[in-house]
């Protein structure tokens, strides 16, 4: 099962239209104001949550009046769809993004696309990079996209194609303090049995040369960033 996360982040609404349009979901969550996007092209998630502190207050009115508590799960009329609203303290553990998520996993997802996540706001950024571990401790790939990047967290090695590249360059970067037995190749720069530790730049932006990138490793978490220019 595949699931769609807005959250409340810079968004690029022709984008992130495009992207939930090409693509098959089988659950869509607004993490607070991410409930605007879709109320803007007058869709509506499966699922409402957060502490509601950053959207439109008649953004939000609107769901309200046409959504229903989550103890009314699953008892919405026959060919009308009407969104879970779940209500949390501002005063919490979890951001929204966070808890959307884990409800996501909770759902079943093992893959989860996340748009609306990055912006202005580092501090939320670095916090949802680290959420993609956590989703990748529970056995979901979580992919933050956004259009000029796609960002993953991986404990184990992968083949990416180039055709199914996103954009032209792609950097590791070591989440634990190394990641160790790094070989690369079908890239512009190889590595082979390479040990790659925090606080170096050494894996960033590389390029696929061949029809695909092979990325092989023995211990430690990267950080998977495909990107393009403007």
């Not at 390479?194 to 211990?219: D, K």
Request: charged share 25%; glycine share 10%.
């Amino acid at each position: 099962m595949q699931a769609l996360i807005v959250s409340g982040g810079h968004l690029d609404d022709s984008f992130a239209a495009a992207y939930f349009l090409s693509h098959s979901f089988d659950v869509a969550i607004a993490a607070d104001s991410g409930m605007e996007f879709f109320a803007r092209h007058g869709w509506a998630p499966d699922y409402i949550v957060g502490d509601f502190d950053s959207v439109e207050p008649k953004v939000l009115q609107g769901y309200f009046s046409a959504g229903k508590p989550a103890s009314q799960e699953g008892q919405e009329e026959e060919g009308q769809k009407k969104p879970v609203i779940l209500q949390f303290q501002p005063e919490k553990d979890e951001t929204d993004t966070e808890i959307a998520i884990r409800m996501a996993i909770e759902k079943g997802c093992g893959t989860i696309h996340l748009l609306g996540a990055t912006g202005t706001r580092i501090d939320h950024v670095l916090g949802n990079i680290h959420l993609l571990g956590m989703a990748m401790e529970r056995g979901a790939e979580c992919l933050m996209v956004d259009p000029y990047n796609r960002v993953r967290m991986v404990r184990k090695g992968f083949v990416l194609k180039k055709e199914e590249q996103y954009g032209g360059f792609l950097s590791l970067l070591p989440v634990t303090p190394e990641v160790s037995g790094l070989t690369l190749r079908g890239l512009k720069y190889p590595l082979e049995n390479a040990v790659l530790r925090c606080y170096h730049s050494l894996g960033v932006s590389n390029e696929i040369t061949g029809e695909q990138a092979e990325v092989s490793f023995q211990e430690g978490v990267l950080l998977v960033v495909e990107s393009k220019d403007d």
